[in-house]
């Protein structure tokens, strides 16, 4: 049996802008061909076995219930614990509470995480602190699905985006504190 440090992570890539290239000609950022993220993670040399899977490489806004039953399936059928799936950040959100329904009481942690800065190609992109955020969360977070972008970590059901911020927040913004994230609270 592995240790929890040499647990397989396996990576689980849908496209998105953390794996979008920028066309300069016309001014806008179109999901690559291939996911740059196995390559990124090869460069910064994880201490834990890692998987990758590419089930679609597309603009959240065009995933489709049969590509969030992809990546359910690539979960049930994984022989690792740990996942980290990789998303645009419009319908984060909506993908997260499909694997949440759809994975039911799950043994395994599953991260989904995005960027708004795609990952190669341009400059000062969130997309690396994302992803690194994600991994170190799997070493705490319990099992069940959760979201981990921009340092934050928040459960499916309170996700909500913030367009004009290019953010995410909590639907419980505003409570004191302690009712935020609380699941989180009571880490092994």
Do not use: W
Request: charged share 15%; proline share 5%.
């Amino acid at each position: 049996m592995m240790s929890a440090a040499n647990e397989e992570v396996h990576f689980i890539m849908t496209g998105g802008t953390i794996d979008s290239a920028y066309h300069g000609d016309f001014d806008t950022i179109e999901p690559r061909e291939n996911s740059v993220i196995p390559q990124y993670i090869a460069r910064v040399k994880l201490a834990r076995p890692v998987l990758f899977t590419q089930v679609c490489m597309k603009d959240s806004r065009r995933l489709t219930i049969q590509d969030r039953q992809e990546i359910a399936g690539v979960i049930a059928r994984s022989s690792a614990k740990k996942f980290i799936v990789t998303q645009g950040t419009y319908t984060l959100p909506e993908t997260a509470q499909f694997l949440q329904s759809h994975l039911g009481a799950t043994e395994n942690v599953v991260v989904l995480t995005s960027s708004t800065i795609p990952l190669e190609g341009v400059t000062m992109s969130n997309g690396g602190f994302n992803l690194g955020f994600a991994y170190a969360q799997l070493a705490v977070l319990n099992p069940g699905v959760h979201v981990c972008t921009n340092g934050q970590i928040f459960s499916p059901e309170e996700l909500a985006k913030l367009l004009n911020e290019g953010r995410f927040t909590t639907i419980f913004s505003g409570l004191p504190e302690p009712h935020i994230n609380e699941a989180y609270a009571q880490r092994p």
